[in-house]
T-cell receptor
């Protein structure tokens, strides 16, 4: 079974530029998560999708961040414009459902550097 | 104060030693407790998952939860160099939204 796929693995941009990250979850997983991981910190949830619906986006900075999950499979996370403080690893995870007993499987992440 | 506190380490022990990793938390609503392992440049992977208080053993790994003290532990027996990684504790009130600790960097010396 293929794992969670993310691309690109690394991205370097200048501040004020837009950037987008793509995630393909494990086949059959209805729940998709985007996390932000700063250096030396644990992942922090940005947004959770149940199929196409964003059920928890309370931690997503909506002035510059947006996300979509069309057709309930792949997802894209966008930042526009990027700021220096956005430099971090962006992790995507998926699970069959949300809740007890449903393990979240993480992708390798996209490491973003904003110059 | 963070909801979940974890000593960042780094922790360095010789091969074969018993390793103890710990977290404390403040939210009494947490009832699902997890330990993730994260290798460098990789995403976290689930090691152990427990519900409420008690112990759970899986091979060389034992997870303990003490809800009265708001304290959880992960023990690794017969530690191996391949166990060198960052270990993240994580917990949740409803098993859907997970709060992670900051991680402890562990190094096992051959």
């Amino acid at each position: 079974e293929a794992g969670v796929v993310q691309s690109p693995r690394y991205k370097i941009i200048e501040k004020k530029q837009p950037v987008a990250f793509w995630c393909n979850p494990i086949s059959g997983h209805n729940t998709l998560y985007w996390y932000l991981q700063n250096l030396g910190q644990g992942p922090e949830l940005l947004i959770r999708y149940e199929n196409e619906e964003a059920v928890d986006d309370s931690q997503l900075p909506k002035d510059r961040f947006s996300a979509e999950r069309l057709k309930g499979v792949d997802s894209t996370l966008k930042i526009q414009p990027a700021e220096l403080g956005d430099s971090a690893v962006y992790l995507c995870a998926s699970s069959r459902l949300a809740g007890y007993g449903h393990t979240q499987y993480f992708g390798p992440g996209t490491r973003l550097t904003v110059l | 104060q963070k909801e979940v506190e974890q000593d960042p380490g780094p922790l360095s022990v010789p091969e074969g030693a018993i390793v103890s990793l710990n977290c404390t938390y403040s939210n009494s609503a947490f009832q699902y407790f997890m330990w993730y392992r994260q290798y460098s440049r990789k995403g976290p992977e689930l090691l152990m998952y427990t519900y409420s208080s008690g112990n759970k053993e899986d091979g060389r790994f034992t997870a303990q939860v003490d809800k009265s003290s708001k304290y959880i532990s992960l023990f690794i027996r017969d530690s191996q160099p391949s166990d060198s990684a960052t270990y993240l504790c994580a917990m949740s009130a409803d098993a859907s939204k997970i709060i992670f600790g900051s991680g402890t960097r562990l190094s096992i010396r051959p």
